[in-house]
């Protein structure tokens, strides 16, 4: 199944992608490098990464699903 991946800072695509193949989940960077595009067996697994990822690099950002196959990695809410 296709999941996108909608990221805060561009500068985080080629990281964030990097992470998904090293779990063996092919994905592409969107040109902008504002999304990731992944093939994932579970969307769930998707949220689950970009947590890992975010809290290996000590980000403050969270993701968050916004719709069956796409998810957004984002500051909290406050």
Request: no cysteine; proline share 6%.
């Given at each position: 199944?296709?999941v ?14 990097a ?9 592409v ?7 990731v595009?992944?093939d994932?067996d579970?969307?769930?697994?998707v ?31 406050g």
């Amino acid at each position: 199944m296709t999941v996108a991946v909608e990221l805060t800072r561009s500068v985080d695509g080629p990281e964030v992608l990097a992470t998904f193949v090293a779990r063996g989940i092919a994905g592409v960077l969107e040109d902008d490098g504002l999304q990731v595009v992944v093939d994932a067996d579970d969307p769930a697994t998707v949220g689950h990464v970009l947590d890992v990822w975010a809290g290996e690099h000590g980000l403050p950002f969270a993701a968050v699903k916004i719709g069956r196959t796409r998810w957004a990695l984002v500051p909290p809410a406050g």
